[in-house]
């Protein structure tokens, strides 16, 4: 193998509530209607595309100003506090000794920045679905992360934690190694076409 791609969200940082969170009362202040299956529609979707997603739940402004608005909002709470994952900065830090590293991620890459400035971790490549034709499930974000390291996605372990993620990382034929969000769970199906760790601090170790 190659190299190893993470997720960010659920993966590195604890932050797949503080999106719910954030989204939910963006779209309540706006006349938008929540609905029980809107948390994990919107898992795994880009930017243009989970604005797009909160305007058919009846927010009335246009999807620019959505995600401009929620990304705001992001921001803020990041700045207030940035709930890095227990073991997830080490983990990085031991991948990277040995392997070229990339994040894809469905999350803007303003907020990606955000999570490699405040750890100063070093990953040379970091791409985000809102620069691809589709978010995840597509396997567009991992493909383009494989592309600018310079290798085969085959040659790629891929680190994910959502039904959307995982399902984007295996069309994408990578080694998928699953840690579970423990909030959303991943569907039991997909989750069966993967290696399953207890936690990040454990990726390391199955590296090896």
Known sequence: ??????????????????????????AAAHGGVWTPEATRAMQGMSTPEWA????????????EEVSAGVIAEMQKAYAEHLPVLPGAAE??????????????????????????????????????SESCAAGKPSPDVYLAAASQLGVAPESCYAVEDSTNGLKAALTAGMTVLAVPNPHFPPAADVLAQVRVLGSIADLPGALA
Do not use: H, K
């Open 52 to 63: 797009a997603y909160l305007v058919s739940l009846g927010v009335r402004l246009s999807a």
């Open 91 to 128: 983990a990085v830090q031991a991948v990277a000794s040995r392997f070229p590293v990339a994040i894809a991620s469905s999350a803007p890459l303003v907020l990606i920045r955000v999570f490699l400035d405040v750890t100063g971790l070093p990953v040379p490549v970091a791409v985000s």
């Open 1 to 26: 193998m190659d190299a190893v791609i993470f997720d960010l969200d659920g993966v590195l940082i604890d932050s797949e509530q503080v999106w719910d969170e954030v989204r939910q009362s963006f």
